[in-house]
């Protein structure tokens, strides 16, 4: 706890002139400061206009029914309510479950099969790989949506391959069927996430010390005693940080729904936040959709803080 | 310790998740320099690198490139410099209140942009705000600060007491010893801080999809979706467009890809 600064005007007048020029001229660090308040000062202005007042904003607006336009009228927690019982809603909060799974579970599975394949190889030429693996994570979202498009085109190269090897019954127009779009998407999350997780878990691996191995081994222990023994323990803070990134990317999935498939075929892709935008804007339900952003938002801090509990307490 | 064929099967499994992960990338390359006939009228090089100019001049990606670059650098800058000041206070100094102040920013960072991003919308519609680069700008540097100051007050936090006592010895006040030696140190960690919000902003879709509805006000990648919604995919000018959408990133990245990766790695929540 800081220690409460005495109101100036109850100090004798020459002790006030030296905690006046301690103040201004910065005494030791960790020191009572007044002039740290003008330091946080433009930070916390800024932040309480564009985060805290909107947040606080939306969660009212959730609770009244309003088109956008015209007046708004009292509606309780029945936006809220709606959120369960709508197919339409309650579809995206599944559809966001099932790319929690190909933007997160597989990737984080991919890199940890990998990541133990390669765990006794030291190999030259990483840096190279790190670099083309991390690529697909820094390209903007629209960019991969349009490639990505192209690639699952009737007579894109997807379909081109699956021909070319003689499954003509797989073709498909990918994005516009209704069992496989959303999986379709989810696939691109994939393509996404599995380079993250890779590099985190050789880096990762790279610091478990060698001798723990070569011991495993002299006990006889199989490679996937090795696994769960050694590999998985020392990775737990890079499993974290791999679950966070990737499952707060599905959650909020909005760019690669917007411009791949708009939701569609029917209501086969939505997602929470394309219905977020969709129903204040498109569909003039500011209501129900402050009430879906404000659920989204306690989705993503509820899983922020369950992964990083489970992260940290295998790390101690 | 290894043997050779079990080598050879790491570069193997590396080589074919590096394939997979540039094949989209070079797709798009490769459509954006082909000759679809949509175009180009039968010009004779294979490589169709006038495909670039005409998504600069006809797709208008000129404009929306520039209107890209106004927002990342007032959006970096300023969020930079209130995550420096800030991080500076929360990291090295005691004052009232420090702990629930900075909880409170970390958990900013936790909000989504759809949580702020309707409420904003219709209450700066209401001050005529909407529509402006002030709408597009404010909130990413909001959201960015958040973070920042996270970021910042760990580097501020680690940086040597004897090196901030020698200078106040020297008679340097809070100020100076922060611009003249705090900083100038920190720019490692400030490098790390500058390319991820410079990547997060280039690349930002939702805010100003619903801030701005002006075509001369649409960034990069809006502008490229807008683009995408009128032509259909595959089209050598689209990938062109998309090519010079991502080039910007793709360029920073390979120059300072220890950075991207480091920063994510080690503090991004975003």
Known sequence: MAAPLAPAGRRAPDSLRTHRSAVVRGGRPGEPRRVAYLYILPALLVFGLFVLVPLVRTAQFSLYEWNGLGASTWAGLSNYRDLFTEPQLRGAFVHALVLVVFYAVIPVLLGLLLAAAMSRAVLRGMGFFRVVLFL???????????????????????????????????????????????????????????????VLFLAGM????????????????????????????????????????????ALKTFDLVYVMTSGGPGTETTVPSYQVYNNAFLLGRVGIATALAVVLTLVVFVATVLINRVGERGQR | MISRGERLANYAMLALFAVIAVFPVLLILQTALSNDGIVSEGRASSLHFENFADAWDQGHFGSYLRTSVVVAILVVGLSTLFSVLAGYAFGTMRFRGSEVLFYVILLGIMVPAEALVIALYFDMRELGLTNTLVAIVMPQVAQSTAFGTFWMRAYFRGSSREVVEAARIDGAGHWTTLWRILVPMGRPALTTMIVLVFMWTWNEFLIPLIMATDESLRTAPLGLAFFQGQYTSGTALLAAGATLVALPVIVLYLFLQRHFIRGMVEGAVK
């Open chain 1, 206 to 249: 790279s610091r478990i010390p060698r001798e723990l191995y070569e011991a495993a081994r002299l006990d006889g222990a199989g490679a996937l005693r090795e696994f769960r023994a050694i590999t998985l323990p020392s990775l737990r803070g890079e499993l974290a940080v791999a679950l966070t990134l990737t499952v707060i990317a």
């Open chain 1, 136 to 198: 697909p994570q820094v390209i903007p979202m629209v960019v991969v949506a349009i490639a990505w498009r192209q690639i699952y085109e009737p007579n894109g190269p997807l379909n081109d391959t699956l021909r070319f090897v003689g499954l003509d019954s797989l073709a498909r127009p990918w994005l516009g069927d209704y069992t496989w779009a959303l999986p379709s998407v989810g696939i691109v999350g994939t393509w996404v996430g599995t380079g993250l997780c890779l």
